[in-house]
């Protein structure tokens, strides 16, 4: 079975602050995706990447950076400079087969 | 990326009632799902909406309570059933393509009194 463990239940940080969001998985699939999702207050999944397990490239996106070690079981999201728009749930979920399954998601609250 | 609708995007609804929630797709995709999202929770998958064939559902979840029908590549309905408090959720539609990136529709927030 797969699982996915977002130990940071709520994250709150000033604005502008770097933040880092953690995500560890348990899978026995060999081929599998990891993504990350965000869910502002108005209730949307929106998606934000998507990661190969066989690409542990670190990958940048504008203000948004993820960081994916295997060895670790790990896929952590990076905030740089964060903003008061930033402010949400985000979910770390994984796929294997078809079936995706998420953690229980960090709330992240940046203030001005 | 598929652009999804709901219908509807929120109702409020009676104890021992039925809502028929509507997903609709802007193209033809391989795969649809439904998720739940109770409050202050995560996501759990439902069921997998097979096109043609009966939904297959995740355990702790049963056709008689959730009914799913998914006529063609582009539509799927899900029926909450009977409802209770229990089942104040938000219920998400999701579809995959052939790309197996997974993108939600916009949820509809259910409230039973």
């Known amino acids: 079975a797969q699982k996915v463990t977002q130990a940071q239940t709520e994250i709150s940080v000033v604005e502008k602050e770097d933040v880092t969001l953690d995500c560890v998985y348990e899978?026995?699939?060999?081929?599998?995706?990891l993504f990350w999702y965000k869910q502002p207050p108005s209730g949307e999944l929106v998606f934000l990447i998507r990661?190969?397990?066989?690409?542990?490239q670190n990958e940048i996106s504008g203000r948004y950076s993820w960081n994916f070690q295997k060895s670790t079981s790990s896929f952590n999201f990076t905030i740089t400079a964060s903003q008061v728009v930033d402010s949400a749930v985000y979910f770390c979920?994984?796929?294997?087969?078809?079936?995706?399954?998420f953690g229980q998601g960090t709330r992240l609250t940046i203030n001005p | 990326s598929a652009v999804i609708s709901q219908k509807p995007s929120r109702d409020i609804c009676q104890r021992g009632t039925s809502l028929t929630i509507q997903c609709q797709v802007d193209?033809?995709?391989?795969?649809m799902f439904w998720y739940r999202q109770q409050p202050g929770q995560s996501l759990t998958l439902i069921a997998t909406?097979?096109?043609?064939?009966?939904?297959?559902?995740e355990s702790g979840f049963v056709i008689d309570k959730f009914p799913i029908s998914r006529p063609n590549l582009t539509f799927s309905t899900l029926t909450v059933s009977n409802m209770s408090p229990e089942d104040s959720s938000i219920y998400l539609c999701?579809?995959?393509?052939?790309?197996?990136?997974?993108?939600f529709g916009p949820g509809t927030r259910l409230t039973v009194t």
């Open positions: 979920a994984i796929q294997g087969a078809q079936k995706l399954v």
């Open positions: 999701s579809v995959t393509s052939g790309s197996s990136e997974q993108y």
């Open positions: 899978t026995r699939d060999t081929t599998y995706y």
């Open positions: 909406a097979n096109q043609g064939s009966e939904a297959t559902y």
């Open positions: 990661r190969n397990s066989f690409d542990e």
């Open positions: 193209s033809q995709v391989t795969m």
